[in-house]
């Protein structure tokens, strides 16, 4: 057996290195409160700077176009959607593109109110979804102008009372709204715009009981988003139609056995803070689109949609020469929708919303062809897409 050997004399014997303990980093020291509300304030100064520069540039606009008529001469839907679409390209979050939009589209209403607010007609009173639209349009800075009907807010754009209207065209659920359809049959105004509102309907009371519930006003078009969960409900509450859901939300306020279908605006508007359910309607996407009505066809802006009327001959395949010039120039058409012509009877106009802009050489060649295979072609509009 082998003898370990001895160290050399005056040399210590070696040792085997130690193992060195895993040492833990500092924890990271929490933010200070009083240090971050600092950084915010600061951000805030700067924000608020690059605000009022924009305003002033905003004016500086204004002033390079001249001495025009009315704030409406300065209203360029085609720029707002292009600016509103580079919010949303920019985004990398944490806000979502509907709050950033949101803040923009104040911004900009801000700053052309400078030269005069805009003035908005739209389906009253105060409270309804038309409203809703209006704000989530144009910004708080517009006047809006709250109308007894659809016919009185052509009437009222038409007339020069109001700048622009808004008017509900169609429902995701419920379909088409005809009143306002039937209104471009006549009518000369343009649509300039589109406006997509999420609706929620909430079943609103002044006690906040459903066990009191003996009626329900809501407007015809609310009755029929929530019918499955009035069957289910309230199977036994009368049912009584008028003119909007803030008028329902105005009658259901002043007794307990009452309660109204509609938004939560009209519940602010109208006092009835008690909501008995949120939401109720049965398609939790219900989706109102609305048309920004006015006097003329603003320029492309990159992404837009053109609305046409197309009155038929009386023939075989009328149809079919109504839709193949879009098809062979390429076009998309995203609605087409029928309507009795109220020219004669059993004729009937096409409604039909197609993507692009009235000004683009392929959508110009279509519609030249169109004019040769139909009665009449009425251009209702190009407007911009809308923006979330």
Request: contains cysteine; proline residues 6%; hydrophobic residues 40%.
């Amino acid at each position: 057996m082998a003898t370990p050997k001895k160290p050399a004399a005056g040399k210590p014997a070696r040792k085997k290195p130690a193992t060195p303990k895993a040492s833990k980093a500092p924890a990271a020291a929490a933010p200070v409160l009083a240090d971050v509300r600092a950084q915010i304030d600061g951000i805030d100064r700067q924000i608020q700077a690059l605000i009022a520069e924009r305003a002033g540039f905003a004016l500086q606009v204004g002033k390079a176009k001249g001495k025009l008529a009315a704030a409406v001469d300065y209203y360029r839907p085609e720029r707002e959607a292009q600016v509103l679409r580079m919010v949303v390209d920019r985004n990398e979050g944490p806000l979502s593109d509907e709050v950033l939009v949101h803040v923009f589209r104040e911004i900009m209403s801000a700053c052309l109110a400078q030269q005069e607010p805009l003035k908005i007609g739209y389906l009253g009173p105060e409270g309804t979804f038309s409203q809703q639209a209006v704000l989530k349009h144009f910004g708080r800075s517009a006047h809006g102008l709250p109308l007894g009907s659809i016919e009185e807010v052509f009437q009222e754009v038409e007339a020069g009372n109001a700048d622009f209207g808004v008017v509900p065209v169609e429902n995701s659920g419920q379909g088409t709204i005809q009143v306002t359809l039937d209104m471009f049959l006549t009518s000369q105004l343009k649509i300039c715009g589109e406006v997509e509102l999420m609706v929620h309907q909430y079943l609103l009371s002044r006690s906040g009981r459903i066990e009191d519930i003996e009626r329900i006003y809501a407007h015809p078009q609310a009755f029929a988003q929530t019918a499955g969960w009035l069957r289910t409900n309230l199977p036994k509450a009368e049912k009584v139609p008028v003119s909007s859901n803030a008028e329902g939300a105005r009658r259901a306020r002043s007794a307990d056995d009452a309660a109204a279908i509609a938004g939560e605006s009209a519940a602010h508007v109208y006092g009835l803070k008690k909501v008995i359910m949120r939401p109720i309607q049965d398609d939790k996407d219900n989706t109102t689109r609305f048309l920004v009505i006015g006097r003329q066809i603003f320029p492309p802006s990159g992404h837009d949609r053109t609305s046409v009327l197309v009155f038929i001959h009386d023939k075989p395949g009328a149809l079919f020469d109504v839709l193949s010039p879009f098809a062979r120039h390429g076009i998309s058409m995203n609605r087409i929708e029928s309507r009795p012509s109220h020219q004669a009877k059993w004729e009937y106009a096409f409604f039909i919303d197609l993507a692009g802009h009235v000004e683009d050489q392929a959508m110009k060649q279509a519609l030249a062809e169109l004019e040769k295979h139909v009665a009449q072609v009425k251009v209702l509009g190009s407007y911009p897409v809308a923006v979330p």
